[in-house]
């Protein structure tokens, strides 16, 4: 099997401006495809919704997991591209529409992933990946 070298997740368009102009430099997400990401892998942003595909790239500076997503807030700030009140509106609209498991009277939740990233650049052109990227993300293999 080939190494992995990296990650790749869907973003949508609307929000790559705030890693190519607005200088944010943490992604977060719920944690998926997460378990063999490494400092210095890559992250490829996958352009979502409009314009579909790769569109740049950054190297992983850090990997952070947390149960609650606002805890990032308090670690990086305003670096994250979202916002805290839509991470909130993400949180609540997921609790809303997830089915949830039962174990003993507790849900089965995941845990949120932080990506810190450096050297964050834009693609001159966008290209197609060869493989559908679904929306958990998928890693990359060289």
Request: glycine content about 8%; proline content about 6%.
């Amino acid at each position: 099997m080939t190494e992995i070298t990296g990650v790749t997740f869907p973003v949508p368009k609307a929000y790559m401006v705030r890693f190519f102009e607005e200088g944010k430099t943490v992604f977060i997400k719920p944690a998926t495809v997460f378990k063999e990401l490494r400092p210095g892998m890559k992250l490829v942003f996958y352009q979502s919704h409009e314009d579909t595909g790769y569109v740049g790239e950054a190297t992983i500076a850090r990997v952070l997991l947390e149960d609650d997503p606002l805890v990032f807030f308090e670690t990086f700030g305003d670096a994250i591209f979202l916002t805290e009140a839509e991470v909130k509106e993400y949180v609540e609209a997921r609790e809303h529409w997830q089915g949830h498991r039962v174990r003993k009277g507790e849900k089965k939740q995941k845990p949120w992933m932080a990506l810190e990233l450096k050297d964050i650049h834009r693609y001159d052109t966008i290209k197609k990946p060869n493989r559908f990227v679904p929306v958990g993300g998928k890693y990359l293999r060289e």
